[in-house]
């Protein structure tokens, strides 16, 4: 019996299994507005994270939470080990910017310029697990054989 179908283990739906893993990623991601402009609406905001569940879904990842303000986005992200997060974060941001300029075509024109939405940089930090103060620790206290 694995120790994930243990009676004593309570289920975590945030745990996933594979045919050889078991995982539970999750990463926050952070994208701003190109030159920080104040760009979104609440109707963008809306529109923007419909698109962007549809790329995590083509991804096999789930977009958690999200949220935003006019001049960046915030995201939860939960994926697969097997997904490049630069190639997620590159189709994230490249399909809705894609999307929201031609949706909002008139709007984002006034904003941004020059056939760009996002920067080419983003914030992306892990988390979920065990803070990290605490593994160490649990390294450190793992019974080795003598």
Known sequence: MDWFTSPRWTPN????TGRHVVHNLHVHLVFVTKYRRKAFTGEMLT???AIMREVCQDFEAELKQFNGEEDHVHLLVHHPPKVQLSRLVN???GVSSRY????YDAHVRRYLWAGHFWPGSYIAGSCGGAP???VPQYIENQ????
């Open 143 to 146: 019974r080795r054989p003598v």
């Open 47 to 49: 529109r923007c994270e």
């Open 132 to 134: 990290l103060t605490v």
């Open 13 to 16: 739906p945030d745990v996933r």
């Open 100 to 103: 929201l300029r031609t949706e």
């Open 91 to 93: 189709s994230l941001k």
